[in-house]
């Protein structure tokens, strides 16, 4: 599910490919590689917690 959302986030930012990122697609990049890492985190720290709980 996380790689689908980052697919389309992606697929918002980049419009078309081209030589260059502009400033409003470089920000929607960034917005889209830290949400990346947020839910990432959030999973990986759910699965330790369950595997702790599991112990």
Same mark, same amino acid.
């Given at each position: 599910?996380? !790689? !689908? @959302? &980052?697919?389309?986030?992606?697929?918002? %930012? @980049?419009?078309?490919? #081209?030589?260059? @990122?502009? #400033?409003? &697609?470089?920000? %929607? /990049?960034? =917005? %889209?590689?830290?949400? $990346? @890492?947020?839910? *990432?985190?959030?999973? &990986? =720290?759910r $699965?330790? !917690? /369950?595997?702790? #709980? *599991?112990?």
């Open positions: 599910m996380v !790689h !689908h @959302i &980052t697919d389309v986030c992606w697929d918002k %930012c @980049i419009d078309k490919p #081209g030589p260059k @990122i502009d #400033g409003r &697609t470089q920000a %929607c /990049l960034v =917005n %889209c590689v830290e949400r $990346f @890492i947020d839910a *990432s985190l959030v999973l &990986t =720290n $699965f330790a !917690h /369950l595997l702790q #709980g *599991s112990r």
